[in-house]
Structures are given as structure tokens and as C-alpha cells.
């Protein structure tokens, strides 16, 4: 008897990669809790904004966050982690559209994730830190280990139930960045997630 083919296992029709997407400077809204909750960024108000400032090391004065708020889903209005609008204005409103009809209408993709992050902050804070509390905070200004940065978690999520096993990470501007970093971090540390990016 003939050697057969190997039987394909895993996905082989549609095997479209999830999307992890990080967005630009000022492109993730900031806020900071006094005895309310202040949007900094974007704020109409400039000694709102001034509240925004960094020490002489780059580390946040103030208790600066942005939301645990990755996807829109049905009956999301604005977004509150990354910047869809302002004042009417389409920045990333039109792509995350995009994104929530490739995964709900046209099945294209089975996941995505936009991050939300402190783009004050150096590259290495942002990839290294990023913690979420029950209250829907996310914030990066305490240090800890890589292996609890908050978008290596999304990234695992996203490339356990991709199609194809693996992730395609789209930056603008400041975001191409910070995919740089993380995937020079991937290397870094002999990550398995590093094998796992598809496109950037």
C-alpha cells in the first residue's frame, strides 16, 4: 500500500489569525479618581489635561488610568479604554466597526482585543506592567513581573482560540512601538507566543 497524505488536523479552511490592535500616542483615554472620576485625555478642560504631567524619572505624579475595556460589544456607546470619537470626530471608531463585524457578522475572525495603555509611559513600563482591577481600571504604573503584563494575558487569550494558532497585531503609530517591544520581549524571554505572531 501507498504512503497517504497525513491526515490535517486544526483549521484548514478560513484560517484567519484574531487581532490584537494597539493604538497611538493619545489614543487610549486617561483618567484619574479623586473623589469622582475625571476623564484627562480627552478632556475639554486643559487644567484637566495638565493633571497628566510625569515625574523627572517618566513616572506618572498623579493616579493616572485608562479602562479594561478591550472589544465592543452590542450595545456599547463609546468606547471608554481606547479613543473611537472625539467630539464627532472618527479616529478609531470606523476600524473597530471593522473589527466587531469580522467576528460577528461575517465570521471571519473568531476574536480581537484593542488595547488600552498609558501611552505617557516608556515602552518598557507598558509591556512589562498594565493591571486590571474588579472595577474595570487599568492601570501601569506598578512594576511587576512580564509574566503578569496585562497584554501578554491578552495576547495567550487571543492566540488560544485563533483559527490559525496565531495573532495578528496591528499598531499605529506609537502602537507599532509598543508591537516591537512586545515581540522583542517574546524573544527576550523564550516565550512560545513569539512563534505565535502571525503579521504585524
Known sequence: LGAYPPVPTGCVVDCY???LFLPGIMGSRLYETTD???PLWVSAVDVKQAELKLDANGKSINNV???NDT???DGDTDETGIVDDIFSLNIYQSFINDLKKWKQDD???EDYAFIPYDWRLSLDDIINNGSASLDGKLSYTQPQDFSQSFILKKLEELQQSSRSGKVTIIGHSNGGLVAKALIQKLEDTNNPLYDKI???
Do not use: A, G, P, W
Request: proline share 0%.
Open 71 to 73: 472589544q465592543r460589544l
Open 198 to 200: 502571525d503579521k504585524v
Open 36 to 38: 469622582i472620576e475625571h
Open 107 to 109: 465570521k471571519i475572525i
Open 65 to 67: 488610568y485608562t479602562k
Open 17 to 19: 489569525s484574531n487581532v
